[in-house]
């Protein structure tokens, strides 16, 4: 079974202050991880993904199989970073391509 | 291009009613996947289409069930509605058999009493 945790279900910080979102997982095979984000009355849209090792938006985030975590990391958060974070899982080497989420972490940032 | 779609955008039944819900897909994606978001909650899988065929299957009693049609668009039927099915309803769609990335649609709200 696959399972996703995110410990925090609230995050709050002040702006330019860095970021940390937490984010554990349980897979068996060889995973593919996600970081979804929902803006206020927006859909959820994807932020980034390990395989692509890229930052977006000024956040970055690296697989570490031995702590089978996907930290979320940005250094100076912006009040428009504010809005709920899904981290998800996807098992690469399962015909199955769904998408298995955390409980998501509000991040709020205060002026 | 036209994104991911859905309707209605709410919807209020009673206990014991069916359900359909409707999602069209974004242009050129062939695969179609619902999910189900309860209040505080991530999204929880409940299936895939692909080709008009499901592609796999969440953790969901068989009253959930599904189509897609040859443009691709789909449907998600709920029968003998419970409180418990009240939640959001996501669609996703993507190309390549939902290997590549999903783009999602902006819910069904379903409440039942």
């Known amino acids: 079974a696959q399972r996703v945790t995110q410990p925090e279900k609230l995050l709050s910080v002040f702006k330019g202050a860095p970021v940390e979102l937490k984010c554990n997982y349980s897979y068996s095979g060889s995973p593919e991880l996600f970081w979804y984000v929902q803006y206020s009355r927006q859909r959820l849209q994807l932020l980034l993904r390990h395989i692509s090792r890229e930052s977006i938006k000024g956040f970055t985030a690296d697989l570490n199989k031995g702590e089978t975590s996907f930290h979320l990391k940005k250094p100076f958060a912006q009040e428009e970073d504010s809005a709920m974070y899904y981290c998800a899982l996807r098992g690469k080497d399962t015909g199955r391509r769904a998408l298995t989420f955390g409980s998501g972490t509000r991040l709020q940032v205060q002026p | 291009e036209t994104g991911v779609t859905q309707s209605p955008t709410h919807l209020i039944k009673t206990r014991g009613q069916q359900v359909t819900l409707r999602c069209s897909s974004q242009?050129?994606?062939?695969?179609v996947s619902w999910y189900q978001q309860a209040l505080g909650q991530g999204p929880q899988f409940i299936f895939q289409?692909?080709?008009?065929?499901?592609?796999g299957r969440g953790n969901f009693p068989p009253r959930f069930s599904g189509l897609q049609f040859p443009n691709y668009s789909s449907e998600l039927n709920v029968n003998a509605l419970e409180l418990d099915d009240s939640a959001l309803y996501l669609c996703?769609?993507?190309?390549?058999?939902?290997?590549?990335?999903?783009?999602f649609g902006p819910g069904t709200r379903l409440t039942v009493l």
């Open positions: 289409y692909y080709r008009e065929e499901e592609n």
């Open positions: 242009s050129g994606h062939n695969t």
């Open positions: 996703a769609s993507s190309s390549a058999g939902g290997a590549n990335e999903q783009f």
